[in-house]
């Protein structure tokens, strides 16, 4: 499956941003995903993940309340729905495919990457 991330952009904090991750193929629905994101400087970090109906979710702690991950397997697409935004979510928003249709927050448990959004917050 290839997947390709998009957007990212300026914003300030407090504002909002829907990223959205188009996946090619047909077997969408057997893939579960997830969102990644690096800042600069710093080691790629678990964002969200969601399973591959959609049933469940899964955030980081420090996203938890601001974030929402969802998914339409008629579009092939997952979303990434980022409120209040804070400086310190300024980084590459990356998805993800897990082949095995788990929905893991640990990075080697993905087999396919996306090309990463960028997401920059100013204070």
């Known amino acids: 499956v290839q997947l390709q991330a998009f957007g990212g952009g300026l914003m300030q904090a407090g504002g909002s941003l829907r990223l959205s991750c188009a996946a090619s193929?047909?077997?969408?629905?057997?893939?579960?995903m997830g969102w990644f994101r690096q800042a600069p400087g710093k080691e790629r970090e678990f964002v969200s993940a969601?399973?591959?109906?959609?049933?469940?979710?899964y955030y980081a702690d420090s996203m938890t309340g601001r974030f929402t991950i969802s998914r339409d397997n008629a579009k092939n697409t997952v979303y990434l729905q980022m409120n209040s935004l804070k400086p310190e979510d300024t980084a590459v928003y990356y998805c993800?495919?897990?082949?095995?249709?788990?929905?893991?927050?640990?990075?080697?448990?993905?087999?396919?990457w996306g090309q990463g959004t960028l997401v920059t917050v100013s204070s």
């Open positions: 993800a495919a897990d082949s095995s249709g788990s929905y893991y927050s640990t990075a080697h448990e993905y087999d396919y």
């Open positions: 969601i399973s591959r109906t959609g049933s469940s979710t």
């Open positions: 193929g047909r077997t969408f629905s057997r893939y579960g």
